[in-house]
């Protein structure tokens, strides 16, 4: 039996099992994800991240990411599921490789399955550039202010607006007269039309200039805390709604039941994140003794 070490680490309590397979050997199913995530029999996570050489990685697209990124965030759902990337997971796990020393400079560079993230640390904070962002309904989003209906128990259906930052996103706006944090998300929202790849929906209320509250329900977990791409899209959403267009250089301010997020709209149509990134433990677990009591 082989002890597995890992870290366990969140950003705005978006969090996440980092496992170092520093030699890219590592034999990582669906079901041991589920595991490792479970959280009353495993460690529990909203995701798995494997820290891996990008040299090394089993994909064809992210190798080819090694000549500027000697890291590779592989990025699991909760529920096993394999995911682009995660806004909140860039960031922590740009704070391990710092701690562990793999990457010593204040900006560095992190592969993932939606590209290269570039990542700059701002004292408590770590930003990452996301890159480009996009409407894949843009013509309808401006025309009507939606391309999509969510619903939910107990509610009329919430215009909609979606958004792609390598994974994708429906951000629904919420009328003045409903608090964010009345909305009962312990089942999954209803879209309509309905993306065949699934989507990660997020509930949205402006609280002044440049100031919004969200919520989100993120495919393959369920509600979370938090969710960096999510947090990007919705203030990419609310900026189209509010102005009609997406300003480049205008910050803002997300807040999200696990903390506080900046989200900054860069030019070239990309998109900015930045908030804090927490590692809070180390230990060891036995992988085959997991599985084993998962039974």
Not at 206 to 234: K, Q
Request: hydrophobic share 45%; with cysteine; glycine share 12%.
């Amino acid at each position: 039996m082989t002890d597995l070490a890992f870290t366990k680490g969140h950003g705005t309590e978006n969090d996440f099992v980092l496992l170092p397979d520093l030699h890219g050997v590592m034999e990582l199913g669906p079901e041991d994800v589920r595991l490792l995530a479970e959280r009353r029999a495993g460690i529990g996570a909203d995701g798995v991240i494997r820290v891996v050489p990008t040299a090394l990685a089993s994909e064809p697209d992210v190798v080819a990411q090694s000549m500027v990124a000697a890291w590779f965030m592989d990025y699991r759902n909760a529920d096993g599921s394999i995911s682009q990337m995660c806004g909140n997971g860039v960031r922590v796990i740009a704070a391990y490789l710092r701690r562990e020393g793999l990457e010593v400079g204040e900006e560095f560079a992190i592969a993932t399955r939606s590209g290269v993230k570039q990542v700059r640390f701002e004292g408590d904070l770590v930003a990452v550039d996301m890159g480009p962002w996009a409407f894949p309904q843009e013509a309808l989003a401006r025309e009507a202010g939606h391309d999509a209906l969510v619903h939910i128990d107990g509610h009329e259906p919430f215009s909609a607006v979606s958004v792609d930052l390598g994974n994708p996103h429906t951000v629904a706006a919420l009328p003045p007269a409903i608090d964010v944090a009345t909305l009962d998300l312990t089942r999954a929202p209803l879209v309509n039309p309905a993306p065949s790849a699934g989507t990660n929906v997020e509930f949205v209320r402006p609280l002044g200039p440049g100031h919004i509250a969200m919520r989100v329900f993120e495919r393959g977990v369920g509600e979370t805390r938090s969710c960096g791409t999510g947090a990007c899209a919705a203030a990419l959403a609310t900026s189209l709604w509010a102005s009609g267009d997406v300003e480049p250089g205008q910050p803002w301010r997300v807040d999200v039941p696990g903390g506080q997020l900046r989200v900054t709209p860069l030019a070239g149509g990309r998109v900015e994140l930045a908030g804090p990134a927490v590692l809070v433990a180390d230990g060891t677990i036995t992988l085959t003794e997991l599985r084993d009591a998962g039974r």
